[in-house]
């Protein structure tokens, strides 16, 4: 008996089933039961994928139920085999074993991120999740010196080269000759020509045991909680990298689908959880990288006979559109700009910057997170302490603020705009934002935050109680700051009053500054 059939029948499974729905990649078949989710690995060798032998889809089957289970514990159930017994084909119980399958819980497929993308429900609050989540993720994941050598540049040629060649066919078919050469032509020249960055990356120790294929299709938002599933287990190749080629490839998704705002929120948020804002230096490199593996794989599906005709049309608009998607990485035009935000605690620095860097599509470097890496604390973990003391004195401030414009300086060599996150409460720190836009030869903006201190007030005491952002800014605080603060006299000063709604501000904003950055 075909046990694909078999399994497709309710009685095949040790629960009441009331529908089942297929759904196979080239590499597996998935049973839908409902309740659960049955996944068999079909029997294939495809070099970089070796599921041949009964013994070695056990094997695998074990690794990704492991490997899924540090992101989606509660998802991934257990490892099962598929049993031959009295003529039939049944999931788990007596009998010879002719299959294994992992068992997982079944999400609704409304929880996906592209459905929720697709149904505009997808928000900031919930990639803010998402990379939190992933944050402490990649802190965890493990690393080795074997592990580590995947970053070197010798080991990822291996990747880039194999791309090229396998899409030399598709020139003029799926990918403009220009294109093919052009980012032929960037991407071994960077390996070459920026050894040193990767290094850094190594260096920093940000090559881990990762995800693989951290993308829109394998994350799902259910029940207030993230689950990311599917990470890659039959080839560490593929696993063993840069946490930056994981980031490029969710933020490459999110631009595929005209969600690139969503991948700012995320990006942003990931780095004031990780402080790891040296991966800027390779996102580029990857979300090409990423964008061309799918363009690549989109075609060799053109190419599937078994495809009907109408699919394979389909798959070579999509390759198309992924190669033409790699190639606005290379050419978009840089336009690096700083917007310095400037206010009382409690006037909507934070809120506001937030709001603006998506719109900007802008890098946001948020000093009170500055400060919990430098004083090796998490970045959600609050201190509480008078005005000047302990974190928060004056030497440590200094200390806040040189980091900063450290930071600021390495995002603006790479082209992109920077919002600073602080009070900039001191004058001499104000004029050392005027230097650095005149040392990257860039346009600066202060923007100064103001409302009503009735606002200030009320907003402090529900941060102070509510404690859901990476602020320690508190009431008792206010008064003092207020005396400390010099004011701010500057033409390039944009005042906004963050007592409205703060999409007006952000457009504001937005009016002020266009034709200047």
């Not at 529908?19 to 196979?24: C, G, K, P, R, T």
């Not at 070695?56 to 074990?62: A, T, V």
């Not at 139920?65 to 998802?75: A, G, K, M, Q, Y």
């Not at 609050?382 to 930071?407: C, D, N, S, W």
Request: proline share 4%; net charge neutral; glycine share 4%.
């Amino acid at each position: 008996m075909n046990f694909v059939q078999a399994l497709l029948k309710p009685e095949a499974y040790p629960h009441a089933v009331k529908e089942i729905q297929l759904v196979q990649t080239h590499i597996s078949w998935v049973f839908l039961t409902g309740e659960f989710v049955y996944k068999i690995k079909k029997p294939v060798n495809f070099g970089f994928l070796d599921f041949a032998t009964l013994e070695k889809r056990h094997h695998f089957c074990q690794e990704e139920l492991r490997l899924n289970r540090r992101l989606s514990p509660e998802i991934y159930l257990e490892v099962v085999p598929i049993v031959q017994r009295d003529g039939g084909i049944y999931v788990g119980g007596e009998g010879k074993v002719i299959d294994y399958a992992v068992k997982m819980k079944q999400l609704p497929q409304e929880s996906c991120l592209i459905s929720l993308l697709e149904r505009k429900k997808l928000t900031a609050f919930i990639m803010e999740r998402l990379a939190r989540l992933m944050a402490r993720f990649y802190k965890e994941a493990k690393t080795s010196k074997e592990i580590a050598t995947y970053g070197l540049p010798e080991k990822i040629e291996v990747n880039i080269k194999e791309n090229f060649d396998q899409t030399a066919s598709y020139v003029g078919k799926t990918i403009e000759k220009d294109v093919y050469e052009a980012l032929k032509d960037y991407s071994f020249r960077f390996l070459t020509e920026r050894k040193e960055v990767f290094l850094e990356r190594i260096c920093a120790e940000q090559i881990k045991d990762g995800h693989g294929d951290f993308h829109c299709a394998n994350v799902y938002w259910h029940n207030n909680k993230i689950y990311v599933l599917d990470c890659i287990e039959f080839n560490t190749r593929f696993r063993y990298a840069d946490v930056a080629a994981d980031v490029a490839f969710l933020l490459m998704d999110l631009d595929f689908r005209q969600a690139s705002h969503l991948g700012n929120c995320f990006l942003n948020a990931y780095l004031t959880y990780t402080n790891d804002f040296g991966l800027l230096k390779v996102l580029d490199f990857y979300k090409i990288y990423r964008a061309y593996v799918r363009g690549k794989i989109a075609s060799f599906e053109m190419d599937m006979a078994e495809i009907p005709e109408t699919q394979r049309k389909q798959a070579q608009e999509k390759a198309k559109r992924y190669f033409e998607l790699a190639y606005r990485y290379l050419t978009a035009p840089k336009r690096p700009f700083i917007l310095a935000m400037t206010g009382l605690l409690g006037s909507g620095k934070s809120t506001l910057a937030c709001q603006l860097a998506p719109v900007l599509k802008a890098v946001l470097i948020r000093s009170d997170a500055l400060r919990k890496h430098l004083a090796g604390l998490d970045p959600d973990e609050h201190v509480y302490v008078p005005f000047g003391q302990g974190i928060y004195r004056p030497e440590m401030t200094e200390k806040v603020y040189a980091a900063l414009f450290r930071i600021a300086e390495e995002v603006l060599a790479q082209g992109l705009p920077v919002i600073l996150d602080a009070s900039f409460s001191k004058e001499k720190w104000r004029t050392e934002v005027k230097e650095l836009a005149k040392k990257m030869n860039c346009p600066y903006f202060f923007i100064e935050c103001e409302c009503p201190e009735e606002v200030l007030k009320q907003r402090l005491v529900l941060r102070y109680k509510n404690g859901g952002d990476v602020s320690d800014g508190h009431p008792a605080l206010l008064e003092t700051f207020k005396k400390d603060f010099e004011p701010i006299q500057d033409k390039h000063k944009i005042t906004v009053n963050t007592a409205r709604d703060v999409k007006e501000a952000v457009e504001e904003v937005k009016k002020v500054l266009e034709g200047s950055v």
